[in-house]
């Protein structure tokens, strides 16, 4: 009987082993190749596994990748620490700013170079997997950031306009992302000696002034202070 349950743990190690190794080399494959780039024999030849190991974990090499990518955008500081109105809603500029800078650390090159490439990949060649990826990782953001400019924008905002706010506030950071490898390029225009904080100030300033411009009752002293110092 002990040597049954023996087995079965060392059953059960090796499956979370080899489904662990899977994911890992298809972290860096589908990276570095994209998703038609990156052939199943590949992954698992760098994770050591046989091939059918793809389908009896995944189910497909589409799945698998879409596994990556959710992997990949909720490691990049996930969804569980993103910052809500409801945990402060008699403040919601507050939590704008907060959910701004929550927003400006998961997607910066600088901060996660895995996570720009697959939003790269995704925007020059989408992957079947591209609306359920929308769906899980980008949509629940785009909600908990909406729901803050709805509390802070007049109340008879229209939702165009909340909208429009909402793909204004994500802007900045969305091309500082995508267009990071062109920028590095590009001499007088680099930002590599910019800090984090900087661009964080920076983005929440503007995401106020444009709230302002739209309406809202946003006072000076609620924006951020020394958005220009390093």
Not at 105 to 122: K, M
Not at 125 to 132: A, I, K, R, V
Not at 194 to 203: F, G, H, K, N, Y
């Amino acid at each position: 009987m002990t040597k049954m349950i023996e087995k079965e743990k060392k059953s059960a190690k090796h499956t979370k082993n080899t489904k662990d190794r899977i994911l890992a080399a298809a972290v860096v494959l589908f990276e570095n190749n994209g998703f038609e780039g990156a052939s199943v024999r590949a992954i698992c030849a760098e994770a050591g596994a046989n091939i059918a190991a793809i389908n009896y974990y995944f189910g497909s090499k589409e799945s698998l990748y879409g596994e990556v990518v959710k992997s990949v955008f909720h490691s990049a500081d996930g969804s569980d620490s993103m910052p809500l109105l409801s945990e402060n809603p008699t403040d919601p500029v507050t939590q704008l700013c907060a959910w701004i800078e929550w927003h400006v650390g998961r997607y910066l090159p600088e901060r996660n170079s895995t996570l720009s490439t697959f939003i790269r990949r995704e925007i020059a060649n989408p992957s079947p997997l591209l609306q359920e990826i929308v769906d899980v990782t980008i949509l629940p953001s785009f909600k908990a950031l909406k729901e803050m400019v709805t509390a802070i924008l007049p109340a008879d905002a229209t939702d165009d306009r909340i909208s429009l706010q909402c793909l204004q506030i994500n802007g900045p950071t969305m091309l500082a992302s995508v267009l990071q490898p062109i920028n590095s390029r590009m001499p007088g225009f680099q930002t590599s000696g910019i800090s984090t904080e900087m661009v964080i100030r920076q983005a929440q300033v503007w995401a106020l002034a444009g709230l302002r411009a739209s309406g809202a009752e946003i006072s000076e002293d609620r924006f951020p202070s020394d958005s220009f110092e390093s």
